[in-house]
DNA sequence: TTACATAGTGTTATATTATAACAATTAAAA
DNA sequence: TTTTAATTGTTATAATATAACACTATGTAA
């Protein structure tokens, strides 16, 4: 566990808060008050959040979210749910599937040493 | 099989073409010549081409290659194998993958209609 | 403690990726 | 044929992300 810097720290506290992918203009502009004003410096804390495992970015939507293992060893195999309509995401925790991911050879036989998964569907309740 | 329209038709063929993903303005700029001037025109035809399977979108990229299954029903579960030097990619058609994916359910029961996937490693010749 | 390296900060400017809004045209279906 | 849907063309602008440079803080090793 390594300490934050203060922007670093700033910004993860943010997105650990929100209950929702944040994006880095919505970031910048909630920091703001505190001081951090251009889109570099959000950009830089994002970037070593994703590094260090903290936050994970959803592709597929531009936007940042907590890192849900109490321990950030799987920044390195990260696999998520999407909710197509109410765009709620969901980080999946399942070990038969990063087991399944982790050990997946392809034709060549080439292994791979990160992978990122997004499954879309309909959560509970917007079905 | 859908018939393509003149822009989508001129887009599909350069990126059936190119060797490795392409960005959207690289695309502009290359089909510039055949009286496609505007980005709008480019990203209309790839949505399209997305949403009809003919190419996929390398989210982690933002860069689009062509579907290389050539029956195109995999559109909504991709996979790919992206090299983190040469950016190398590879669309991955491995039965047992997306039929491990297709029925994969999570702790609620929750199955998707949907996925992308992107392994990340060292392709052959960079090893 | 000093020096030196590494990581982080602040700032301005700019590059890259993507969409809004509106008018006109073409293709397909009823 | 008429009318509906899909596509095109165009201008403007929004949203996402990085380059380059100067400076500051922190950690480490002599």
């Known amino acids: 566990m390594q300490t ?3 922007n670093q720290q700033i910004i993860f506290d943010l997105i650990d808060k929100s209950p ?3 994006k880095a203009y919505a970031i910048l502009f909630n920091v703001q008050k505190k001081g951090i004003k251009a889109p570099l410096q959000v950009y830089r804390a994002l970037d070593k959040l ?3 495992g903290k936050i994970h970015k959803i592709e597929s939507r531009n936007a940042f979210i907590a890192c849900q293992n109490s321990s950030c060893q799987v920044s390195k195999a990260t696999a998520f749910s999407i ?3 109410c765009e709620k995401v969901t980080e999946i ?3 038969s599937l990063s ?3 982790t050990n997946f050879k392809d034709k060549d036989g080439m292994k791979y040493s ?3 998964l997004e499954f879309f569907g309909l959560c509970k309740k917007c079905r």
Chains 1, 2 share one sequence.
């Open 4 to 6: 934050l810097s203060k």
């Open 20 to 22: 929702e992918p944040m």
């Open 50 to 52: 994703v590094e260090i």
């Open 83 to 85: 909710c197509e309509i």
């Open 93 to 95: 925790s399942s070990s």
């Open 99 to 101: 087991k399944y991911l």
């Open 114 to 116: 990160k992978y990122n």
